[in-house]
């Protein structure tokens, strides 16, 4: 059974910086295309970024030229970079894979930004 177990959230001001980091196990995590989702309270999970098993990204405009994501595939770990971060970017951050079926969602982690 996959367990994802997110970290590194937090409050931040707008224009600061954090890192979250997502550690997967039960699986072989560099097979997969891995994402970084996130969900703002009323509103749909979206997908923010994805990264290949050799590195290729991609990120939705919102975020673009702000987050960086990146894998250890030793590690079985994710990251997400974020930098300049905006009030909008608030909300619970998880990270996936890509493609069905997807694995049980782990509990995320919170993003505040301040104006």
């Known amino acids: 059974q996959v367990q994802l177990v997110e970290s590194g959230g937090g409050l931040v001001q707008a224009g600061g910086s954090l890192r979250p980091s997502c550690a997967a196990s039960?699986?072989?995590?560099?097979?997969?295309?891995m994402g970084w989702y996130r969900q703002a309270p009323g509103k749909q999970r979206e997908l923010v970024a994805r990264?290949?098993?050799?590195?290729?990204?991609y990120y939705a405009d919102s975020v673009k030229g702000r987050f960086t994501i990146s894998r250890d595939n030793a590690q079985n770990t994710v990251y997400l970079q974020m930098n300049s971060l905006k009030p909008e970017d608030t909300a619970v951050y998880y990270c996936?894979?890509?493609?069905?079926?997807?694995?049980?969602w782990g509990q995320g982690t919170q993003v505040t930004v301040s104006s």
């Open positions: 996936n894979k890509l493609g069905l079926p997807q694995w049980a």
């Open positions: 990264i290949t098993p050799g590195g290729m990204t």
């Open positions: 039960g699986t072989i995590f560099n097979i997969n295309v």
